[in-house]
């Protein structure tokens, strides 16, 4: 009886929104422009290309970002099942957090953190380093 | 402790942790030094090998499995790591001048280096699939890495491409083949899968040998056998040298422990099965790679159609499946560890300028001026190509007898052939440093390319002029590997 209920839900939720599209498209007023055909139109004229180079500081960043990211994912279950796995899974967790750690402490000091100009000596290195064998 | 795991299991893992906190400690000296230091990086590095080696010997071969029986710390698993290990410190000393060459910074290559050997470690001592798979993982991925590393080089960029989508695609293949056995035996432990399938009827015949063929499948790519080998010409010659070199004999032998482990350690049943894929893989590698080898005019592609063939003259070693196949099999890799480094040191002595130096043409009159370093290439590609007294001759001699002795008379001649066949692009490098003018900037000749020459030279007339106590270490080794297989089904 329970699953009744869920699926009239599921009827009236499909019928709304194909009753509404047919509705739109029998009694809407169609004056369609180059403009509007375009996807992702918002009523101004597209100008230049949506495949733009984007820096390579965003992919990295992005990268970090998974990294970090897993290690959450490690994080939680660990901690809801922090008194099973007492001191053993303290040391495990703490291990897996200070080999990521020294991670972070390479990619800062290489200057993947820096927005602007580079404001550590390594990062300086290697910015100095690219553009020698750019130039080369 | 969590239970089966106490102290005692932990100091036997002492190599593993020495090379995990050295490795983490290159990382940090690169982002703390102020200069692209190469020298003290790469220095630190060889550094964290020599403890890692103390390491090894200190724990020796204990014969136990800890860890709840996820390593074996026996003498097969010692043998590869001392193995990866050499073939990780060569490697290192001749990175030295070629990334001074190419003016690339040692940090994460030196870190990247090591992250390997630490994969390789766990893939050497693995009986358990999952372990091995991550062993198998690290590596890959630092590989993968390493091999884009020349990132103004569009060649290494297609290589790092290329081997990416190739090993992901090739460990996706592995991995299916993995997680059939576990359906069928319930457990990722090679002696539990052992025990499963001693009767192959009972859990499933035809699906037990699809597992196999993946599992196989999978592990030919990374050893590089024919018809799995498209990757490896152009990774090899995209790759920077030295890589080239690790990939070439430290994936291989530690893709060859893990195969050994998997077929003859968890699949002695189904022996017959795997023979029959092995001798066909073995042939087709061996022909094809030497009749490809034949035509190339870069020597890194050479090398590359080379080492496929190699792939097919160990595959003998684990057709015939007997303690002196198996110990021929170690006694071959490690001699292709020392000719092939040394081989790949004279191809970085080679580049120079604006020259990558990867063309047989380039070593042209090599012998007018840097006659060392044509006698040591000479005596590198004779054992490439098995001539005595060579190390290669022992080895050749040693795996082709085990197959005849394993009455697999066939596949000796066939690989007599191929070996012959082989001389002929060998000899094709020799004659272009003899008789052929000089062209193009001098050689130079720098000291820690000097160490490596001379250490792989030695090893490789050493080992062949006295092979003894290498026979005995690698007896030892494939004895302890201990398996159901030696009981001759045939």
Known sequence: ?136 | MPAGFSPSELAYLLPEFVLTLGALLVLLADAFLSRDRRGAVIGLSLVVLAATGAALAWVGAPHQTIARGLLSMDAFGLFFKVLVLVAAALTLLMSGPYLAAEAMPAGAYSFLVLAATLGMFFMASGVELITIFIGLETMAVAFYILAGLLKPNPRSNEAAVKYFLLGAFSLGILLYGMSLLYGLTGSTNLGTIAAAVANPAAVGRPLLLVAVILVVAGLAFKIAAVPFHMWAPDVYEGAPTPITAFISVGSKAASFAMLLRIVVLGLPSMAEEWRTLFYVLSVLSMTAGNIAALTQTNLKRMLAYSSIAHAGYLLIGIVAATPRGISAMLIYLAVYTLMQLGAFGILVLMRRGDSAGDEIQDLNGLFQRQPAAAVAMLVFLLSLGGIPPTAGFMGKFWLFGAAVEAGYVWLAVVAVLNSVVSLYYYLRVVVAMWTREPEGLEPRMRPALALTLALALAGTLVLGLYPRPLFDLAETSAKSLGSAVWAPSR
Do not use: H
Request: with cysteine; charged share 15%.
């Open chain 1, 1 to 136: 009886m329970g699953w009744l209920g869920l699926l009239i839900m599921t009827g009236l939720g499909l019928g709304f929104a194909v009753v509404m599209i047919l509705l739109s498209s029998l009694l809407g007023p169609k004056n369609p422009t180059p403009e509007k055909l375009a996807p992702y139109e918002c009523g101004m004229p597209a100008v230049g290309d949506a495949r733009e180079r984007q820096s390579v500081k965003f992919y990295l960043v992005a990268m970090v970002f998974l990294l970090f990211d897993i290690e959450v994912a490690f994080l939680y279950p660990w901690a809801v099942a922090l008194r099973d796995l007492g001191w053993t899974g303290f040391v495990q967790i703490v291990t897996f957090f200070l080999i990521l750690v020294v991670g972070y402490i390479y990619i800062w000091r290489k200057g993947v953190l820096d927005w602007g100009p580079a404001t550590t000596s390594a990062a300086r290195a290697a910015a100095r380093a690219m553009r020698e064998r750019n130039a080369a």
